[in-house]
Structures are given as structure tokens and as C-alpha cells.
């Protein structure tokens, strides 16, 4: 089974459309900070735009 890499998804997204910024949403810390690390390892975490919901409420 293959393990799911935060950010993986959106950063595709955001190589595959370069004109493009992607802004995305997660619940847990951990992975938004492995989806930010991936993003600025690839050289896109410019583009990119994150926010942190909160978990109880559902909301940004």
C-alpha cells in the first residue's frame, strides 16, 4: 500500500500549470508542514498558498 505524501497532489498541480496558483486547505500541522517543505524543495511553495482548519468547526 502506498503511503500518501502531503502536498503531493497540489504541487503537481501547480508544475503542471505554471501560470496557475493553488491554494489548498489541511486539518493537520504535520502535514502542512511536509506539504510546505515539499513545495519549497520543488521550487513552487511561491505559488502555493496553505490554510490550517480547524479541526472542531470545520472552518478556516
Known sequence: MATPVPGY???CLA???PDS?????DISDQG????????KDA???SRQSLG???????RP
Open 9 to 11: 497532489a497540489t504541487l
Open 15 to 17: 508544475l503542471g500549470s
Open 21 to 25: 496558483r493553488v491554494i489548498t486547505c
Open 32 to 39: 502542512a508542514a511536509m506539504a510546505e517543505q515539499a513545495w
Open 43 to 45: 521550487g513552487a511553495s
Open 52 to 58: 490550517r482548519r480547524d479541526r472542531a468547526s470545520g
